[in-house]
């Protein structure tokens, strides 16, 4: 599975990166490979300065060894040695009427002391951030994702939609981070699911991303916008970072379990703006966004 | 102590927004009042687009009640309540040349069921963050904490500046937030000062605040600068966000026990940029900056 999951990443970020650089038609994604002291690697992949996209990482890791300390309190477990590989993404456009998009597959394995298997489990999703909402960008993103899930169980996007909504909340702000998409995690093993039953699953996510968020980028590339409104994506752009500074999981264990840095903050938009108590206008188009952020919206059915 | 403590601070609000609109000389400080629905709230006096301050805040709170939950968990306490006030502050200066700063100055009671005190205690420091290094004025800055701290006990100046410095430092990148100053905490009665002597000192502190940072900002604030320079201030004020959002304490506390989110995350820099792996030149006076946070340094004596 570790060695099956692993062939896919790599063919799936060399899939996504030159869908991408086709997309921005101007900048190429500059490749660094780095090597995890304590055991394993990535291959970061990075663009910036595009025509469409400002900045954007779409990077593969592939890490081993023993489970840092925080890790192992986490997951209640001594001792342990554990594998995990996956990709993620992120990318901020410059225009602000194209939203920014969040992407994550991967696999985790546990062992005991003897290098048995003890545990092991997928996890990922997809999640769109609009500056500006097009009610249809939200609708075809959320299609995708739900026929993705349908054909490997009907209740599974309906779960992994909710569960999405929980996990990308700025708590402190009472506001999701975007307009949401698929979150799941420990996937493993049940009388349904086999490890095969759901890396089909995860796979058939990941092999539909391009088709969730390119359609949007083409259609909104283009539309003209003015300073007022790239300085809101930028205020946005603000909570992007206090979600993933304060609220996500993934980039904490990151930062205090000496991951490469420059990978992991890759997510972090180019430009941010924080502006004091900054309040859209009443029947805006900016509070017609915050509205939808405040109160989750079904998209599809 | 408490009537004592809340008078100063709001004395010294004043006297600091006063002498920093005169720096200014174009800005004025925006006054928000609020309340917290649990009990007390606070002043906010926020500047932006000044012409040498792009964005600052100085903000008094008085806030009071049952001690939220995380907050008991942190101290080890059940159903207590408390009372805590403080005056906080931070300048995000518009030219590079002239560096951020930063203060705190607070005091804080912790009652039993019967409404005596249980404990008490005062913290706070000042330190300071260039974006080029000036070592003229970092030890002046340094200097005047010193000459705070001498008055009061030779000891308070090398064990605050130490503080200072494993406080505010960003361990996922192994560098200092700045060049530092003071920062203490749980200042109790002991032997040797009793609160009242605790309230003199910590005043002495907060009073040459204007003291230890106006000079250098007249000193700076008409140095000319350049884009490539004005990137770089940008670029180091994510740190700046980094270190508020992952690592302090007092951010994450207010962001976790129902704060007024703007007058805590006012401390966010106007204009902030990520930059993927940025790299200054060798022997740049980036490099500098940089090499003096990897190893902070000993600015007086």
């Given at each position: 599975?570790k060695?099956?999951?692993?062939?896919?990443?790599?063919?799936?970020?060399?899939?996504?990166?030159?869908?991408?650089?086709?997309?921005?038609?101007?900048?190429?994604?500059?490749?660094?490979?780095?090597?995890?002291?304590?055991?394993?690697?990535?291959?970061?992949?990075v663009?910036?300065?595009?025509?469409?996209?400002?900045?954007?990482?779409?990077?593969?890791s592939?890490?081993?060894?023993?489970?840092?300390e925080?890790?192992q309190?986490?997951?209640?477990?001594?001792?342990?040695?554990f594998?995990?590989?996956?990709?993620?993404?992120?990318?901020?456009?410059?225009?602000?009427?194209?939203?920014?998009?969040?992407?994550?597959?991967?696999?985790?394995?546990m062992?005991?002391?003897?290098?048995?298997?003890?545990d092991?489990?997928?996890?990922?999703?997809?999640?769109?951030?609009?500056?500006?909402?097009?009610?249809?960008?939200?609708?075809?993103?959320?299609?995708?994702?739900?026929s993705?899930?349908?054909?490997?169980?009907?209740?599974?996007?309906?779960?992994?939609?909710?569960?999405?909504?929980?996990?990308?909340?700025?708590?402190?702000?009472?506001?999701?981070?975007?307009?949401?998409?698929?979150f799941?995690?420990y996937?493993?093993?049940?009388?349904?699911?086999?490890?095969?039953?759901?890396?089909?699953?995860?796979?058939?996510v990941?092999?539909?991303?391009?088709?969730?968020?390119?359609?949007?980028?083409?259609?909104?590339?283009?539309?003209?916008?003015?300073?007022?409104?790239?300085?809101?994506?930028?205020?946005?752009?603000?909570?992007?970072?206090?979600f993933?500074l304060?609220?996500?999981?993934?980039?904490?264990?990151?930062?205090?379990?000496?991951?490469?840095?420059?990978?992991?903050l890759?997510?972090?938009?180019?430009?941010?703006?924080?502006?004091?108590?900054?309040?859209?206008?009443?029947?805006?188009?900016?509070e017609?966004?915050?509205?939808?952020?405040?109160?989750?919206?079904?998209?599809?059915?």
């Amino acid at each position: 599975m570790k060695q099956q999951f692993v062939s896919y990443i790599r063919n799936l970020q060399n899939t996504i990166t030159s869908r991408l650089e086709e997309v921005d038609g101007k900048a190429t994604f500059k490749e660094d490979l780095w090597k995890r002291p304590e055991g394993g690697g990535g291959r970061t992949r990075v663009l910036e300065h595009g025509a469409v996209f400002e900045k954007g990482g779409v990077n593969i890791s592939e890490v081993h060894g023993k489970l840092p300390e925080t890790m192992q309190q986490y997951f209640g477990v001594k001792d342990a040695d554990f594998f995990a590989c996956g990709l993620s993404l992120v990318l901020h456009p410059i225009n602000p009427m194209v939203p920014t998009v969040h992407a994550n597959w991967r696999y985790f394995e546990m062992y005991n002391a003897e290098g048995e298997i003890v545990d092991h489990w997928f996890g990922g999703g997809q999640d769109l951030t609009p500056y500006y909402l097009f009610e249809e960008d939200a609708k075809h993103f959320h299609n995708i994702c739900k026929s993705a899930c349908d054909t490997h169980n009907t209740s599974f996007y309906p779960t992994y939609k909710a569960r999405c909504d929980e996990y990308f909340y700025n708590s402190h702000r009472g506001e999701s981070r975007g307009v949401g998409g698929l979150f799941f995690d420990y996937c493993k093993v049940s009388d349904e699911m086999s490890m095969q039953d759901w890396y089909n699953f995860v796979t058939e996510v990941g092999d539909s991303f391009l088709e969730a968020y390119v359609p949007i980028v083409e259609q909104r590339k283009s539309l003209s916008y003015t300073k007022a409104q790239k300085d809101w994506q930028e205020i946005r752009r603000g909570r992007y970072v206090e979600f993933n500074l304060v609220h996500d999981k993934g980039t904490l264990f990151g930062l205090k379990t000496n991951g490469r840095i420059e990978s992991i903050l890759m997510s972090l938009p180019p430009k941010v703006q924080w502006v004091y108590d900054h309040q859209p206008d009443v029947g805006s188009e900016e509070e017609k966004l915050l509205n939808v952020l405040k109160n989750p919206r079904d998209w599809v059915g």
